[in-house]
């Protein structure tokens, strides 16, 4: 037997400074269906997500509010978990940069790299700003305020000189510019590997992995004269300062996978299929994050995709400061867990930036789930029990039916999308169906059919049953193929047809979904329709807050 494909996707790791908006967890919603597509095809499919704990702005936070460090991530990392848990996230592992296996596959990666000839003492002097680290002086911008950092404007930026270690990513610009040129779709969406393949060419510089005089991070293992830092007794000396924490965050896609403890573990899972990211973050990712592994004699990810950001009214950034973020706890309220994830993965385009509301989430959501899937499945529904006295009825074969005809070429044009990351074509693919299927209804009219064979015409009688069995067919293939999307009202849909929901509530354990997406798979087989429920009651405008 053929084992199955392994699949490996993982999100960049949320920073634990603050409660999560929808914006955060926008990627996590995006990772988590594909991930669970995997599973639901049959793929041996390893989802990585977590949080990145280690920096100097949150020791300083920590501080101001009188607590530990420790204490403080604790409760912000719950915050994340729990918004996570709400949207039905399901991660194989939710990791945690101050994870113990985490800091060991930190610690190794500087003591490989450092082994290489890679990593040199030097002093640093520039800008640094406490949320996101060094900046070069392209990185910052000059304003009226001062000098910023664009990414976070409103923290001030600190000018620093100390001495520090430096990993020498200059001697990677050639096997970069290779590696770009023999892996084209290495860095995805197009103009996004475009705009990291200029900067390539524009010459790469060191840069620092350590902080000097932090104790709140991972302690780093080399001292000045080469030797190790750890002492007799275990502990390690604060002199060698902490690891950098953008070198320490992207460990965690190795030590997730297995890096260094489980070697059996890490040579299923590495590299990455699949690395899901902000488009502010994809310089690490694209360029750093290869040259890191490459000193450690690892291989590069696979594919990295580089969404864009939810943006409020006007393209304004969303953040807790600017007081326009959209708390995903009151998005889940309004839509429920599926109609959250839906409304932000089909309304925002997995490739670019978008301006989001309120307004246009329930929109969204009305139109398309309230109107369109929900309308067809419980007209679909009260039709079948009503005239068919709930006998579930089978489908027309495929060349029979329009909407048998038309369903193959949906479900390539599905799958084709989700794997290539555009998560929001994939839906529109999907609802173009949905459409083809309330159109039916529309056309076949099957209250007058109904009616006709009441009075005794056979024929009218048939063609109740073949139109009755279409549509209770398109119902269950959209319900199981929106599964990775609306994981909770996949088994809804199809208990109300009488079919059974065979996957795990993270996708895993079930039949490969493509052979259950097949038109008529289980049409020679007995059912009966339930009562309809409504799957998704309208909403108006003002029931919920925009922000938070």
């Known amino acids: 037997m053929t084992p199955p494909e392994r699949f490996y996707v993982t999100t960049a790791i949320a920073y634990a400074n603050s409660r999560p908006g929808l914006h955060t967890l926008y990627e996590v919603v995006g990772a988590d269906a594909i991930a669970r597509w995997h599973r639901m095809v049959g793929d041996e499919t390893r989802f990585l997500t977590g949080t990145d704990e280690h920096s100097v702005n949150i020791a300083q936070q920590a501080a101001a509010e009188g607590r530990s460090p420790r204490a403080f991530v604790d409760d912000q990392v719950a915050l994340f978990t729990s918004a996570e848990e709400a949207l039905l996230i399901a991660p194989d592992r939710f990791i945690r940069t101050t994870d113990p296996d985490h800091v060991l596959a930190a610690q190794e990666m500087v003591r490989r790299a450092y082994a290489n000839g890679d990593i040199y003492p030097g002093t640093y002097e520039g800008w640094y700003c406490p949320n996101e680290g060094f900046r070069n002086a392209s990185d910052v911008q000059e304003t009226s305020r001062g000098t910023i950092c664009p990414n976070h404007p409103d923290v001030p930026l600190q000018w620093l000189s100390e001495r520090n270690w430096f990993f020498r990513l200059s001697a990677y610009q050639e096997r970069l510019e290779r590696h770009y040129a023999d892996h084209p779709d290495f860095v995805q969406p197009a103009y996004r590997r475009n705009e990291m393949l200029g900067f390539i060419r524009g010459g790469l510089e060191d840069f620092s992995i350590s902080r000097a005089g932090a104790d709140w991070g991972i302690p780093f293992p080399i001292a000045e004269n080469g030797e190790t830092a750890q002492r007799e007794d275990g502990s390690w000396d604060p002199e060698a300062g902490t690891i950098y924490v953008w070198y ?301």
Request: hydrophobic content about 50%.
């Open 248 to 548: 320490d965050a992207l460990i965690n896609y190795i030590t997730g996978a297995g890096f260094p403890t489980d070697p059996d573990a890490f040579a299923r899972w590495w590299p990455a299929d699949l690395h899901v990211i902000g488009k502010d973050i994809a310089r690490f990712h694209t360029i750093y994050w290869p040259a890191m592994l490459w000193s450690a004699g690892l291989e590069a990810p696979r594919r990295v995709w580089v969404h864009g950001f939810l943006l409020a009214a006007g393209g304004e950034k969303m953040s807790k400061s600017r007081g326009n973020l959209i708390d995903p706890d009151s998005v889940v309220a309004a839509f429920g867990a599926d109609g959250a994830r839906y409304v932000a993965l089909r309304e925002v385009p997995f490739d670019r930036d978008a301006d989001v509301s309120w307004d246009s989430f329930v929109r969204r959501y009305n139109a398309d789930l309230a109107n369109d899937f929900g309308n067809l499945v419980n007209r679909t529904v009260s039709m079948a029990g009503r005239y068919l006295a709930g006998a579930r009825p089978a489908p027309a074969p495929v060349d029979e039916s329009a909407l048998g005809a038309a369903w193959p070429g949906v479900v390539t044009r599905y799958r084709e999308r989700i794997e290539a990351c555009l998560l929001h074509e994939a839906l529109a693919v999907l609802w173009d169906f949905v459409g083809a299927a309330n159109k039916l209804v529309d056309a076949a009219q099957p209250w007058v059919l109904a009616k006709a064979a009441k009075a005794g015409d056979g024929e009218a009688e048939r063609r109740l049953a073949s139109v009755l069995g279409d549509l209770v067919e398109a119902c269950r293939l959209i319900g199981l193929a929106v599964a990775p999307f609306m994981p909770g009202t996949a088994p809804r849909v199809l208990a109300q047809l009488d079919h059974a929901y065979a996957y795990a509530a993270d996708g895993n354990d079930g039949p490969p979904l493509l052979n259950e997406l097949r038109w008529g798979a289980h049409a020679a087989e007995p059912g009966t329709l339930s009562a309809p429920l409504p799957l998704f009651p309208r909403l108006e405008a003002e029931d919920a807050p925009t922000a938070g």
